[in-house]
């Protein structure tokens, strides 16, 4: 692999040096032409522009700028217009809550950019000033985004594939995090309390799957490009091992607490948990090579570690020759050998092994016609739809406050708008957690912002106090958001300062607006429609099943027709995953109000280990099929196949359907099922190895299946049935 070109600063420094440097330049600017009412409008625009900004590549990012600007352009130059008619302005901001909520529906480059386009309206209220022109705010805004743009157009131009390779290094991060939590599974002290360790290892699958689709949405914009540059292609091989490593180390071959008690007095056991254990560690170490822009070198001691399991297997299959679990012991040590034959030759990437053009392909979820828009939107258009509901909400909040700022003639009040419609988020967990952060946030920095009247600060100094308190605004709105509302607060308290406005009426002001607005966030989640009358675990364990059934439908197909990582594979088993990263957050969501749900709690749990041991037996499927490769012919020559087949599609069936069935119609097709599993052991030819194999893992799909259907209709009790169709299982989206 190619030596790569080292950057010399850490990433965190990069990915704020656009708004240190505009924020830098911007100061420059005011303190050399004076332009003291300027300021806020210009600070706030270019704080919109940060977090509006979206990676792409060249012509992507100009695209989204060019877009963002117009809609900056066109939002604040409505409200410069209306602010001083209290009842038109108050239709324009409710109308514009609801539509840019109701805009998140559709993708990510949409909601962005629509919410940044609502802060824009909010900003350009909060720094109206009757005696300047009508349109210097709505310009110091779009100056302000087109500074910061400009910022990191020339950060894209010096490192354009930066992004994607810190994607990738939390991605690969992550993984090894999980082979961490796996490698537990083969300690034979833990072996009676691993039903814990499954619900961390489903919130563990929940953090990779949301970092790998990191990767893919940085991925897709680049590949759109016909000119594809080799470092983007070295990313996308590591992307695709990374995948494959995830469906292999979340494979389940045995059932981990029997087998933890047959080797407890074995080293074959600690040695399985040793690799893992390395196999994680490598991942870390590419994780950091990714993050550090170094080339990946795997340790020799992961080849000496396999080497002695091998030979540790063989002798412990030496040692009992008529042990019953022999082929499953087998598949599972070839299954980790593999992770580090593939571990191994991530040191020499060949892109030459790029050159079928459907390994190359990664789809977004995207909507690029306006039909297709039209009908995301239309299809949400229910009290059903979590982002109606939030967007209705949005609304009525926008209402409320403008209608209390207009009937009080609160001086600063429209800082209630900007609480609520920041506070409040699409669920109540969510939302309280925010809460209290932004108080606690607002109120140190209303105590640090109290004392900068004091110190007496010159031009200069207040600028640069605008600009630190900006720039480290940046820097923790991702990961401490008390630490967040706190420098917004700062810098806002120095900008009433800088125009001259009464800081101390400013002060007290902003702690009584935001404690408000936190209310009306609070009422709203807390009453209109509130997450616990729209309880979605019932509908999310349903879609969680029928997205198992697509991946073991796709596996199916590829063990009849040959092994292939094409895209409707890759597809099959993103969206298995998506879905059960969705189950997983529905779960983490009630877990954190648990009075509100009571037994549903328990049931989310539940129906989180069993779909989790669901998609482990089908990826073990997915692990094998390489294997079963090279038995394609013998096994399209046996009387075992039909049966194996057609017992899969009864199990596909059933998962797909299970939402619509009565308990007697789902006990007697699982009877069909279980006769045709029964039917498929019995073959003479089951109990060779990669026969016996494949029925062992459809076995254990349907072992789980009757209590996740248990589990399911009683977490449906409280919902019409009717109401409740089956989503497709293939999904509509793409990988």
């Given at each position: 692999?190619?030596?790569?070109?080292?950057i010399?600063?850490?990433?965190?420094?990069?990915?704020?040096?656009?708004i240190?440097?505009?924020?830098?330049?911007?100061?420059?600017?005011?303190?050399?032409?004076n332009?003291?009412?300027?300021?806020?409008?210009l600070?706030?625009?270019?704080?919109?522009?940060?977090?509006v900004?979206?990676d792409?590549?060249?012509?992507g990012?100009?695209?989204?700028?060019?877009?963002?600007l117009?809609?900056?352009s066109?939002?604040?130059?409505l409200?410069?217009?209306?602010?001083q008619?209290?009842w038109?302005?108050a239709?324009?901001m409710?109308?514009a809550?609801?539509?840019v909520?109701m805009?998140g529906a559709?993708?990510v480059?949409?909601r962005t950019i629509?919410?940044?386009?609502?802060l824009?309206?909010?900003?350009?209220?909060?720094?109206y000033?009757?005696h300047?022109p009508w349109?210097?705010?709505?310009?110091?805004?779009?100056c302000?985004?087109?500074?910061y743009?400009l910022?990191?157009?020339?950060?894209?131009?010096l490192l354009?594939?930066r992004p994607?390779?810190e994607?990738?290094?939390q991605?690969?991060r992550?993984l090894?995090?999980?082979?961490?939590?796996?490698?537990?599974?083969f300690?034979?002290?833990?072996?009676?309390?691993?039903?814990?360790?499954?619900?961390?290892?489903?919130?563990?699958?929940?953090?990779v799957?949301?970092?790998?689709?990191?990767c893919r949405?940085?991925l897709?914009y680049?590949?759109?490009?016909q000119?594809?540059?080799?470092r983007t292609?070295?990313?996308?091989q590591?992307?695709?091992?990374a995948?494959?490593?995830?469906?292999?180390?979340?494979?389940?071959?045995v059932?981990?607490?029997?087998?933890?008690?047959?080797?407890e007095?074995?080293?074959?056991?600690?040695r399985?948990q040793?690799?893992?254990v390395?196999q994680a560690?490598?991942?870390?170490?590419?994780a950091?090579s990714?993050?550090?822009?170094?080339?990946?070198?795997?340790?020799?001691?992961?080849?000496?570690?396999?080497?002695?399991?091998?030979?540790a297997?063989?002798?412990?299959?030496?040692?009992?020759?008529?042990?019953?679990?022999?082929?499953?012991?087998s598949?599972l040590?070839?299954n980790?050998?593999?992770?580090?034959s593939?571990l191994?030759?991530l040191?020499?990437?060949k892109?030459s092994?790029?050159?079928n053009?459907?390994a190359?392909?990664?789809a977004?979820?995207d909507?690029?016609?306006?039909g297709?828009?039209?009908?995301?939107l239309?299809?949400?258009?229910t009290?059903?739809?979590?982002?109606?509901?939030?967007?209705?909400?949005?609304?009525?909040?926008?209402?409320?406050s403008c209608?209390?700022?207009a009937?009080?003639?609160?001086?600063f009040?429209?800082?209630?708008?900007l609480?609520a419609?920041?506070?409040?988020?699409?669920n109540y967990?969510?939302?309280?957690?925010?809460l209290k952060?932004?108080?606690?946030?607002?109120?140190?920095?209303?105590l640090?912002?109290?004392l900068?009247?004091?110190?007496?600060?010159?031009?200069?100094?207040?600028?640069a106090?605008?600009?630190?308190?900006?720039?480290?605004?940046?820097?923790?709105?991702?990961?401490?958001?008390?630490?967040?509302?706190?420098f917004?607060?700062?810098?806002a308290?120095a900008?009433f300062s800088l125009?001259g406005?009464d800081?101390?009426?400013?002060?007290?002001?902003?702690i009584?607006?935001?404690?408000i607005?936190a209310g009306?966030?609070?009422?709203?989640v807390?009453y209109?429609?509130?997450?616990?009358?729209y309880?979605?675990?019932?509908k999310?364990?349903v879609?969680?099943?029928?997205?198992?059934?697509?991946?073991?439908q796709?596996i199916?197909?590829?063990?009849?027709?040959?092994?292939?990582?094409?895209?409707?594979?890759?597809?099959?088993?993103?969206?298995?995953h998506?879905r059960?990263?969705a189950?997983?957050?529905?779960?983490?969501d009630?877990s954190?109000?648990p009075q509100k749900y009571g037994?549903?709690?328990?049931?989310?749990?539940?129906?989180?280990?069993?779909?989790y041991?669901?998609?482990s037996?089908?990826?073990?499927l997915g692990?094998m099929r390489s294997h079963?490769a090279a038995?394609?012919?013998?096994l399209?020559?046996s009387d075992f196949w039909?049966?194996?087949l057609?017992?899969?599609?009864q199990?596909?069936?059933?998962?797909?359907?299970?939402?619509?069935r009565?308990p007697?119609?789902f006990q007697?097709?699982?009877?069909?099922?279980?006769t045709?599993?029964?039917?498929?052991?019995?073959?003479?030819?089951?109990?060779?190895?990669g026969q016996h194999l494949?029925?062992q893992?459809l076995?254990h799909?349907s072992?789980?299946l009757?209590l996740y259907f248990d589990?399911?209709?009683?977490?449906?009790?409280q919902y019409?049935?009717?109401?409740i169709?089956?989503?497709n299982?293939?999904?509509s989206?793409?990988?």
């Open positions: 692999m190619p030596a790569m070109k080292a010399p600063v850490n990433s965190p420094y990069i990915a704020n040096a656009p240190l440097v505009s924020a830098t330049l911007a100061a420059l600017g005011v303190w050399y032409f332009a003291v009412d300027e300021s806020p409008a600070f706030l625009g270019i704080i919109a522009g940060g977090l900004d979206l792409n590549r060249l012509t990012r100009l695209r989204n700028v060019f877009f963002t117009l809609h900056f066109a939002a604040s130059l409200v410069q217009l209306t602010v008619q209290p038109l302005f239709a324009l409710t109308t809550a609801f539509t909520t805009a559709l993708d480059r949409y629509a919410f940044g386009t609502l824009v309206m909010m900003y350009t209220v909060l720094t000033l009757p300047i349109y210097i705010n709505p310009l110091m805004i779009v302000g985004t087109m500074l743009s910022c990191t157009l020339v950060l894209h131009l354009p594939h994607v390779q994607n990738m290094a991605a690969w992550k090894g995090e999980l082979m961490m939590v796996k490698a537990q599974f300690d034979p002290d833990e072996a009676n309390y691993l039903a814990s360790k499954e619900v961390t290892l489903a919130m563990k699958n929940t953090a799957i949301n970092a790998f689709n990191q949405s940085a897709f680049r590949l759109r490009s000119h594809r540059h080799p292609m070295r990313m996308l590591y992307y695709l091992a995948q494959n490593l995830h469906e292999r180390i979340t494979s389940r071959h059932e981990y607490r029997d087998f933890a008690h047959r080797l007095h074995s080293d074959l056991i600690y399985i040793r690799l893992i390395l560690q490598a991942c870390a170490n590419m950091e990714l993050h550090n822009n170094r080339d990946f070198a795997c340790d020799d001691t992961l080849k000496r570690a396999g080497a002695g399991l091998r030979n297997l063989a002798l412990h299959l030496q040692q009992h020759p008529h042990s019953p679990n022999h082929h499953a012991l598949q040590v070839d980790i050998l593999a992770i580090s593939q191994q030759r040191e020499n990437v892109l092994d790029m050159e053009g459907d190359t392909r990664i977004g979820q909507l690029e016609r306006p297709e828009m039209w009908r995301a239309i299809s949400h258009c009290l059903e739809s979590a982002v109606f509901r939030h967007a209705v909400r949005m609304a009525l909040i926008t209402a409320a209608l209390l700022v009937g009080l003639d609160l001086h009040g429209y800082w209630i708008l609480t419609l920041i506070v409040c988020q699409p967990s969510a939302t309280t957690t925010r952060q932004r108080i606690l946030g607002t109120v140190l920095g209303v640090v912002g109290a900068l009247p004091y110190f007496a600060l010159s031009l200069p100094s207040q600028l106090v605008m600009v630190i308190s900006g720039t480290l605004f940046f820097a923790f709105r991702t990961r401490r958001y008390s630490f967040y509302t706190f917004i607060t700062v810098q308290l900008g125009i406005l800081a101390h009426t400013a002060l007290y002001s902003r009584l607006d935001t404690v607005g009306l966030a609070w009422v709203a807390s209109l429609w509130p997450d616990w009358h309880l979605t675990l019932g999310t364990g879609r969680a099943l029928q997205g198992d059934a697509g991946y073991l796709q199916l197909a590829q063990l009849q027709q040959g092994h292939a990582d094409d895209v409707n594979y890759r597809v099959a088993r993103r969206l298995a998506e059960a990263a189950l997983s957050n529905t779960v983490s009630m954190i109000e037994t549903k709690l328990q049931d989310g749990f539940t129906l989180l280990q069993l779909n041991a669901l998609i037996s089908i990826s073990a692990a079963m038995h394609r012919s013998e399209a020559n039909p049966l194996f057609a017992a899969g599609a199990l596909v069936a059933l998962m797909q359907h299970t939402d619509t009565e007697e119609a007697a097709a699982l009877q069909q099922t279980r045709a599993l029964a039917a498929l052991q019995s073959h003479e030819h089951s109990q060779q190895p494949l029925w893992q076995q799909i072992d789980k009757p589990t399911l209709r009683h977490s449906l009790d019409d049935e009717a109401d169709a089956p989503a299982g293939s999904g989206v793409a990988a």
